[in-house]
């Protein structure tokens, strides 16, 4: 007889426990904001682009940062990015003076521009960047990988840019 009781409860656990999973999974969220699909695009390879525009923003990543963020071109937020489709789009100065912009072609190029966060100084660095191109967005898929090395514990933006293929006039947002 308790050998009866025993298995009905153990019966009625398991059949509980499966209502419970079954419940669980019919109530998860679904995502609000599902996937955009699109065409990926990989930046045009440094060895298609002039050395002169490769040392340009070598040189001057930080600073052109900073003028992007005091004229509006950027929004406020950890990670963030904007497309340049002329030479009327790029900041005009620094606090140190005019840039001398190197020569691009706006007219078969579009310029991306943006910054990731990190929360200490030399925790990641950028591994690979594209974007994808849907209808409605373009989102600049950042891949970063963490570095080797002594980081400071002071939060920092990191710049990054890329030449890509004329990309359409669309909003554009950042994912890691």
Known sequence: ???????KMIRAGVLVSALCVGFVACNEPKDQDPKEEGTE?????TDEISAEVIEFFRENNQ???AACLREGIFSSGLDV???INS???LPESDPFGAFEYPAIDF???TLVLGAFGMGNAGEL???GQSVVVGQEKIIMHLRLEESSGN???????EPFWGLYPKLPDLPITVER
């Open 1 to 7: 007889m308790i050998m009866k009781n025993v298995l």
């Open 63 to 65: 600073r052109l940062f």
């Open 151 to 157: 980081h400071s514990a002071i939060p920092w933006t």
């Open 107 to 109: 007219d078969s190029y």
């Open 41 to 45: 695009i990989q930046h045009v390879p």
């Open 87 to 89: 030479v009327d789009e």
């Open 125 to 127: 660095h950028l591994a």
């Open 81 to 83: 990015c904007a497309m």
